[in-house]
């Protein structure tokens, strides 16, 4: 079953996610390498491996409610696509990819069931806003510092791990509402 999350107005859903207007002082960009856990006797060439993927910028947006996203901009070195297919994270056990398509006439943020694809020797984008990887059911809050881990996996069985630092943000409030899962923001 396919679900949506409704948000009353694109603005609302990208200040709420965003890290936009991030409190925490901007860094360099930074790039984390794959760790490939791709079978070592392998030989195809679309499976993904060290060097071969790579993330700049990595994110979580700090949060004490039950939902957050992750940001960043992947990056496929190789010459094949590389299909993403599910994703894990150390603070919960929910965790999903998401992405923003206009709906009678909202904005709503949508599951990527059949995950999404990086083509050859191009960046995908995550943000807030549009692609995101989904935290959810948290159950602790994730304070501006903590470090997350985050996994993608591929639809090889591969895997690309990296570790994302939490930032606060200053904007729009969002309430979760797990029934219907709509994402409204609060007075």
């Not at 990208?14 to 207007?21: F, H, K």
């Not at 998401?98 to 599951?111: F, I, K, L, P, R």
């Amino acid at each position: 079953m396919k679900r949506t999350f409704t948000v009353t107005a694109a603005l609302a859903l990208a200040a709420a996610l965003a890290g936009c207007t991030s409190t925490v002082p901007t860094e360099q960009p930074t790039t984390t390498q794959a760790t490939s856990t791709a079978d070592a006797g392998s030989t195809a060439t679309s499976e993904p491996g060290p060097a071969d993927v790579a993330i700049t910028d990595p994110w979580v947006k700090a949060t004490d409610t039950e939902m957050t996203g992750a940001f960043g901009i992947l990056e496929n070195n190789t010459d094949s696509p590389i299909h993403v297919v599910a994703v894990t994270s150390s603070v919960t056990d929910r965790n999903e990819l998401h992405e923003m398509v206009m709906q009678d006439g909202a904005m709503v943020m949508v599951e990527m069931e059949d995950g999404f694809t990086i083509e050859p020797g191009t960046e995908f984008v995550l943000e807030p806003g549009g692609n995101h990887l989904m935290l959810m059911d948290l159950p602790t809050p994730i304070e501006a510092g903590e470090n997350v881990e985050m996994t993608l996996e591929f639809e090889d069985g591969s895997t690309f791990s990296w570790i994302a630092p939490a930032r606060t943000f200053a904007g729009a409030n969002e309430e979760y509402v797990e029934e219907g899962m709509e994402a409204t923001p609060t007075p």
